[in-house]
């Protein structure tokens, strides 16, 4: 449903077409970039280029038949006297990058608002008398703290910084790793601390020394910390793990239990620790559209129907949030 309520806005009429491939590029857009015929990422990347060729006959048939089209993908495609026109790859790309943002993210909020309001009824009977938006609102943010939709943010960094000691090269690409890596109490005793995030990025760097003998030909750079020195080679991309942000406790007081309740404190959600729609000038320029789609879902489901859970709910929270043998309600009219 979700993918075809962000496709539809894209490309109206030819949806169908791209459905099924496109579901494949998703589940690869988090694997380990190992480029070999098997493996998701490659996989991934065969998708994309078999959803570049069916855009570019999309494109082939639009100027074929001349009929016109009031969707983004003409306005991309057929805007030749803008200054800012995008060659063909760069319009595709933008297609991609805005179904990929736009569609897994609603439907996984969604998914976990409809789990979370199952598992809560107190939650889910005050969302059906209350003033129903701003209960709403309070769902949806809490669902996508507590679930951790998008678990980190993609950066690079643009000049050299220091961190606790730690010394992050101006170039390297990096993931903010919001989320908690686990539960582990040993790696986390005290999951507050920046120091300890880093010293653990210095254990995953560690392994990735030896990684770094069958990439040497690549110049080296050093991570320099408290106690560590790393070689990274130049161009890596690399995980950088900060603290637990949206499972610290000393920010979201009891951050594993649903609470959509804090988020009536409305400065929660402009702090500078608050990164469920990013920050910054990368902040999601999608998050009103997704607000209401997933409010508009949610609110007739709750308000027409009532659910119940069949079998067993077994959700993956890493590397993205999932329910393999999906999560199966029984529906039934108010
Ligand atoms: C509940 C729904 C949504 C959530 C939780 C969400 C979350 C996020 C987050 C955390 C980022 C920042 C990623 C980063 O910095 O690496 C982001 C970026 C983005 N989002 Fe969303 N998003 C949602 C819905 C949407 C929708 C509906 C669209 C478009 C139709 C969209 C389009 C984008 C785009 C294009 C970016 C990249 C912005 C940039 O890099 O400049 N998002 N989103």
Redesign the pocket.
């Known amino acids: 449903m979700a993918f075809y309520v962000?496709f539809r806005?894209i490309i109206i009429a030819e949806c169908d077409l791209i459905y099924e491939a496109f579901d494949k590029a998703a589940t690869a857009a988090l694997s380990l970039p190992i480029n070999i015929p098997g493996k998701s990422y490659y996989q991934g990347l065969q998708t994309r280029k078999n959803i570049h060729k069916i855009l570019r006959q999309i494109v082939e048939e639009r100027k074929a038949s001349r009929k016109t089209h009031n969707d983004m993908f003409a306005e991309l495609i057929g805007n030749e006297k803008s200054r800012y026109r995008l060659t063909e790859e760069q319009v595709f790309n933008q297609i991609f990058?805005?179904?990929y943002?736009?569609?897994e993210?609603?439907s996984v909020?969604t998914m976990m608002a409809i789990k979370y309001l199952h598992d809560h009824p107190k939650a889910l009977q005050e969302l059906k008398v209350r003033i129903f938006l701003i209960l709403l609102i309070e769902v949806?943010l809490e669902t996508?703290s507590l679930a951790t939709?998008?678990n980190?943010?993609?950066?690079k960094i643009t000049q050299d910084v220091e961190l606790n000691g730690f010394l992050i090269p101006k170039g390297w690409r990096i993931y903010v790793f919001t989320r908690e890596l686990n539960y582990d109490p040993v790696l986390y005793p005290e999951p507050s601390s920046y120091i300890q995030s880093l010293e653990m990025a210095g254990q995953v760097l560690g392994v990735s020394q030896l990684l770094l003998l069958i990439w040497s030909w690549r110049r080296a750079v050093s991570w320099k910390g408290t106690g560590h020195e790393f070689f990274i080679p130049k161009g890596w991309r690399i995980y950088v793990f900060t603290r637990d942000i949206n499972y610290d406790p000393l920010l979201y007081p009891k951050p594993f239990t649903f609470n959509p309740w804090r988020w009536m404190d409305k400065s929660l959600e402009s702090h500078s620790y608050c990164?469920?729609?990013?920050?910054g000038?990368?902040?999601?320029?999608?998050?009103e559209?997704?607000?209401v789609?997933?409010s508009t879902f949610l609110h007739y489901f709750v308000t027409k129907y009532r659910w119940e859970e069949v079998g067993e709910v077994d959700i993956i929270k890493f590397p993205r949030v999932e329910v393999p043998s999906g999560l199966h309600v029984r529906v039934s009219k108010h």
Do not use: D, H
């Open positions: 962000a806005q990058t805005i179904l943002s736009g569609y993210t609603v909020t949806i996508s939709i998008v980190g943010l993609l950066g990164f469920l729609f990013g920050a000038g990368r902040l999601c320029p999608g998050k559209l997704g607000m789609k997933v």
